[in-house]
């Protein structure tokens, strides 16, 4: 008996620190990690290689680059099932592979600077997903592409910003390495979107 109950608090225990975890959002979750690093910085001589210190706007930019990268494949992976338009389709293919692989690039460079990233898309992120998977047809294609374009006409105006704003070289030059890519994303989709009409 003493057997069966030993693991079942552990879950339990394990579950409940779950749910009080899960309260808060996750890119909240990350900037909070972020801030307790960056005042406890000075004070750690346990790491073995140090980090590439970084600043403040590169660490933010790198927390909504994550967000916003996870938002836009899971977006694009829903399209993928529930498009009903070929060039949409096709659109998605493109988001997934381009943000995926800029995805890649941003771990690695918060993890050289040792800038926690959320797990998952925050909750507005997952909330539009929600709703836009809740559309079917062209009622589906019709707000996914509207999403596409705010979000890239978005996406695009954080990465000229960080370009302008960081001295992290690094940083500067994965932003301005993107910039050209995000461009086409949003030249494509408002193609897309005149030949909707």
Partial sequence: MKKILIPLTAVFFLASCGNNASTKDSVEKADSANEQKADTSSNSSAAVKEPIKTDEESTSFLVK???????EVALA????????????????????????????????????????????PSDDEQKKAADLGKKTGKDFDKDYVNAMVKGHEETLDLFKKVSGKT?????????????????HHLMRIKDIKKGMK
């Fill in 77 to 120: 992976q829903l399209a993928k099932e529930k498009a009903t338009d070929t060039a949409v389709q096709h659109f998605a293919d493109m988001m997934i592979a381009d943000h995926s692989a800029a995805n890649e690039k941003v771990k690695a460079l918060a993890a050289e600077r040792n800038v926690t990233l959320p797990a998952a």
């Fill in 167 to 183: 001295s992290d070289g690094a940083v500067k030059a994965f932003a301005d390495n993107t910039i050209p890519t995000l461009e």
């Fill in 65 to 71: 680059a994550a967000n916003g990268g996870m938002a």
